[in-house]
Nanobody
Framework: QVQLVESGGGLVQAGGSLRLSCAAS????????MGWFRQAPGKEREFVAG????????YYADFVKGRFTMSRDNAKNTVYLQINSLNPEDTAIYYC??????????????????WGQGTQVTVSS
């Protein structure tokens, strides 16, 4: 059982930046491909980014448009999501997820085995 804990969310003005973190209890986090999702009020949870086990490759949703960067530090059992040029449409709860597979381009929530509790990101205009 992998436990994931997100942090780094908060209230930020439009144009600002945030760095979200996801710390894992699993010492072998490198065995998991990881993903970030977000869920805005009244909307379905949507894929944001994925990263391979070794962090050599990343995959992003189209709406990211170069503003988001996902990374991981397997030695620290942590994955990150750097978000720049935030806008009010980015307001959502952001979740990290782990999957027991090498494939890191999974965009469906059902493809992930473990989830964190989420961290709230609120962007004011």
């Amino acid at each position: 059982q992998v436990q994931l804990v997100e942090s780094g969310g908060g209230l930020v003005q439009a144009g600002g930046s945030l760095r979200l973190s996801c710390a894992a209890s699993e010492r072998t986090l490198s065995s998991y491909a990881m993903g970030w999702f977000r869920q805005a009020p009244g909307k379905e949870r949507e894929f944001v980014a994925g990263i391979s086990r070794s962090s050599g490759s990343t995959y992003y949703a189209d709406f990211v448009k170069g503003r988001f960067t996902m990374s991981r530090d397997n030695a620290k059992n942590t994955v990150y999501l750097q978000i720049n040029s935030l806008n009010p449409e980015d307001t959502a709860i952001y979740y990290c997820a782990a999957r027991l597979s090498a494939a890191f381009t999974m965009v469906h929530t059902t493809g992930y085995n473990y989830w964190g509790q989420g961290t709230q990101v609120t962007v004011s205009s």
